[in-house]
């Protein structure tokens, strides 16, 4: 339990900080890409105002500036070369005074690389914006920003490298100091475990007392409603200490026997027949369906008693006149077990919870019904041992039905 905290633990704090560096990360790279695509696109409307001529800063009119990326040494650092069409589309100018392009079938090649429909965009090393005038003319201005791009990939790649290192010192930082942060966790868990054995061993003697005492008392004044009252109540202590010891057991994860094969077929029709008659009792009807020669390894008291635990808490929380459904089939290579009844309304929030220790949907229902909270934690942790899995769903909100799955291959002793 306490690696499995420790794991989650780690693995929660690695994760938070890899979302929150990734998010940083795509952040500052998309600030970056949008700052550099402003500036270019700045530029090339500065080229194409002033008739694909860059003009030094000396040159501006009064109080026209072009902010802090203009400088001086702007347009001699600066490659560009545009292309304008007529209104019907014939070549009217071509500007290749500033850039090192020569040959017009490269330049062609740029031109044809536009998409219809859009303004601006990137052509291998060079960044273009179309502008139309009022007489339906276009002009296609290309900018060379192979310093850029290359600045935006080196920028890219130092903080990918940067927010790794991150990550990695992190986890190298993590990992020791899970061990102090779930240590006190860890000493909590064991003064549980410690309580719950105690309490469970300080239960049997006075319990034993009480049942003894109301026995004799029996058999002294006759069966009264009183003594009924003190052996019901004395029996659901006896099942809750046995309970106690049985989580304090799983969780000490004490040496369980030996798995070995038996007949998961013949330990459900055995288990499931006292359900049955109780069904019939409770005025709720039973159904199961038990395939033959089905057969597990394992340790095959748990298996009933996980059987005896799903069967006994559907009788108790079915509804009135509902049916119980028990099923026990072999799906391809699994041995699965499910247990579906009919029950109160339940979110999805509540099912998540079921397995959890002394949850209950309706502790006052549950109180009638004897339920203490414990039995489906049991259930879990006898499954899990025998190498299987158990989860609960629920279709339409009003019923529940539980799965439980044991592999066919052979299972390692615990």
């Not at 049955?276 to 057969?295: M, R, V, Y």
Request: hydrophobic share 40%.
């Amino acid at each position: 339990m306490l690696k499995k905290l420790r794991k989650r633990f780690v693995l929660l704090a690695f994760l938070s900080l890899a979302v929150a560096l990734t998010a940083a990360l795509a952040i500052g790279n998309a600030l970056n890409y949008v700052s550099t695509r402003k500036e270019l696109d700045s530029l090339i409307g500065v080229i194409y105002e002033n008739g694909s001529v860059l003009p030094k800063p000396a040159d501006l009119p009064d109080g026209v500036t072009l902010g802090a990326w203009y400088s001086k040494e702007t347009p001699f650092r600066t490659r560009f070369f545009s292309v304008s069409y007529a209104a019907d589309g014939t070549l009217s100018e071509v500007n290749l005074d500033n850039v090192a392009v020569d040959d017009f079938n490269e330049v062609q090649g740029y031109v044809d690389s536009v998409k219809p429909g859009r303004t601006s965009g990137f052509s291998g090393d060079y960044r273009y914006c179309v502008f139309t005038d009022g007489d339906g003319g276009r002009t296609l201005v290309f900018l060379y920003c192979r310093g850029e791009l290359d600045s935006l990939r080196m920028f890219l790649l130092v903080s990918l490298a940067a927010a790794l290192f991150v990550l990695g010192l992190s986890l190298v930082l993590i990992l020791p100091l899970s061990k102090r942060i779930v240590k006190s966790s860890a000493e909590g868990v064991e003064k549980q475990k410690r309580f719950i054995t105690d309490a469970g061993h300080e239960l049997k003697t006075p319990l034993t007392i009480i049942t003894t005492s109301a026995d004799v008392l029996a058999s002294e004044q006759g069966e009264n409603e009183w003594v009924q009252n003190i052996r019901r109540q004395s029996e659901r202590l006896a099942r809750l200490a046995e309970d106690l010891l049985t989580l304090a057991k799983l969780d000490e994860k004490a040496p369980r026997p030996a798995p070995i094969r038996f007949s998961l077929s013949e330990a459900a029709w055995d288990t499931a027949a006292p359900f049955a008659h109780l069904a019939k009792t409770a005025g709720k009807s039973f159904c199961q369906e038990i395939g033959e020669n089905i057969d597990i390894l394992g340790d095959e008291a748990s298996v009933q008693q996980v059987m005896s635990i799903l069967l006994d808490n559907a009788v108790k929380y079915a509804l009135p006149g509902g049916e119980i459904s028990f099923t026990v089939s072999r799906q391809k290579k699994n041995a699965v077990i499910q247990v579906c009844n009919p029950c109160e309304p339940v979110t999805r929030e509540q099912l998540s919870r079921f397995f959890d220790r002394f949850y209950r949907v309706d502790p006052s229902r549950s109180r009638e019904t004897g339920g203490n909270g414990i039995g489906l934690a049991i259930a879990k942790s006898m499954t899990e041992a025998q190498g299987g899995r158990i989860c609960v769903h629920s279709d339409d909100g009003r019923s529940v039905r539980f799965t439980v799955t044991f592999p066919a291959r052979p299972l390692k002793e615990a």
